[in-house]
């Protein structure tokens, strides 16, 4: 097994600059952390370029009775470890996983939405709010969410720890929001926008329905105007009490079990 | 109008340790930052000692046409603004308001719930779920929220941020919750905790009711044993995908919007 037991060695530089977008992009992976998700990593068979553990760790790692790669075990000192947690609690095992989101609704001959429950992300800024959401479609049993291009970046580590490994149960998207909207109308799938505006359509006049997409806005600006108009209908949680607004993730969760 | 220009000033240093529980308490003061919360705290006509500002925001402040003491208005430099403030974009105008979390059921005589919907949190831990929590109680119009003693505290910065004002608009208990439950059942509001097991009884399946007190539990242990104990009924949120559970404020939220 190769160890590494420098910060300054080159393949651990490279894999913490994973924690930075631009990293991510140039090498097509990102960098989890901790037994839950490595756990949820091997049991959905993605692909990964190395698991890094402290002696500890690759211990309790072999006896969770998991299939994985011998040859792409690296044993990391404490100090490397340290070194690529961005938590305060570290479990001192982190995983090289490749970045699967590749489909592109702007090419819409590669892809077409054919039935299910969506939820479409417009412009969210928060990560927290982000990995929120998509825990929350995923324990809904949603098929997916789609993030538009200017949506906060799926593997930020912020994200990441909100999702909880959600990536690895359901169908992530990043795509041109009104392409994606044109393929869910053309399967025949009913895109509702969700607006805080007492004169849009009561959530709870909403029937149950097989199939939905919920467009979800910014925190600060909501759903685009653009967006907005695509949409086929337009739809409002009651504020009945005096604060302003919902936060974003919560409101989200209530119009995802509304529909689920 | 008194002027502060040095963070060394001890009134001024005195104020900026108020991000700390520890001198919230003795002083019985809380501070408070940005246009939002402090013009949601004037409509509210709470209690305050005194409000900072710079030189432009208490011209803008002067603009809103809100009644204020003037006697209580200090005018800061910008360094002391940047002491102050907890946030990257201050607005420049802070606030210390008193905190009027005074009322303690574990002296029954003083307290007695009639009526009402109310939101118990059993030992929460994150901040920001707290806050969230209370925003979305309040957004439901539900009368108030009860924080067991070990929830963390109300008026740290991060609680404050994500509650958005709402500490101004509904209930805010601290309190033994086996002491608060006794009162809400006395007053004949059910109390329903809220458990991560398929056992429980499915939200779905509770019908609308006039009054309702909804326990959360701490976000990694759920409600504790002894709390559950004292619940009429236990209630479960299905997960019916993949994730293994919701995030507190998300869950609690569609509790929340099920029974407003």
């Known amino acids: 097994m190769q160890e590494r037991t420098s910060v300054n060695n080159p393949q651990i530089k490279a894999i913490g600059k994973l924690q930075q977008k631009k990293y991510r992009e140039e090498s097509g992976y990102y960098l989890i952390e901790g037994f839950h998700l490595v756990e949820e990593a091997l049991k959905a068979s993605v692909k990964y370029r190395e698991i890094l553990a402290t002696e500890a760790a690759l211990s309790r790692l072999a006896q969770l009775g998991l299939a994985y790669d011998e040859g792409k075990l690296i044993k990391i000192s404490q100090s490397v470890a340290s070194h690529l947690s961005s938590t305060k609690n570290s479990q001192d095992i982190f995983m090289t996983v490749k970045i699967n989101m590749t489909v592109k609704i702007n090419r819409p001959k590669h892809f077409a939405f054919s039935y299910g429950k969506w939820v479409l992300l417009d412009d969210l800024a928060d990560p927290g709010n982000v990995g929120t959401i998509?825990?929350?479609?995923?324990?809904?049993?949603?098929?997916?969410?789609?993030?538009?291009?200017?949506?906060?970046?799926?593997?930020?580590?912020?994200?990441?720890?909100s999702m909880q490994g959600s990536q690895f149960h359901l169908n992530l998207i990043k795509a041109d929001l009104p392409d994606a909207i044109a393929s869910l109308?053309?399967?025949?799938?009913?895109?509702?926008?969700?607006?805080?505006?007492?004169a849009a359509k009561q959530l709870g006049d909403f029937a149950p329905v097989a199939q939905v997409a919920l467009i979800i806005g910014n925190e600060a600006h909501g759903v685009?105007?653009?967006?907005?108009?695509?949409?086929?209908?337009?739809?409002?949680?009651?504020?009945?009490?005096?604060a302003e607004s919902l936060n974003a993730a919560v409101a989200a969760g209530i119009m995802i079990y509304h529909f689920s």
């Open 134 to 161: 998509i825990r929350t479609a995923d324990a809904a049993g949603f098929d997916g969410v789609i993030l538009s291009n200017k949506t906060v970046d799926l593997y930020n580590p912020k994200v990441q720890r």
């Open 185 to 198: 109308k053309a399967a025949d799938i009913p895109v509702y926008a969700s607006l805080l505006d007492p």
């Open 224 to 242: 685009s105007p653009e967006i907005e108009a695509l949409a086929d209908e337009k739809l409002y949680i009651p504020i009945k009490g005096r």
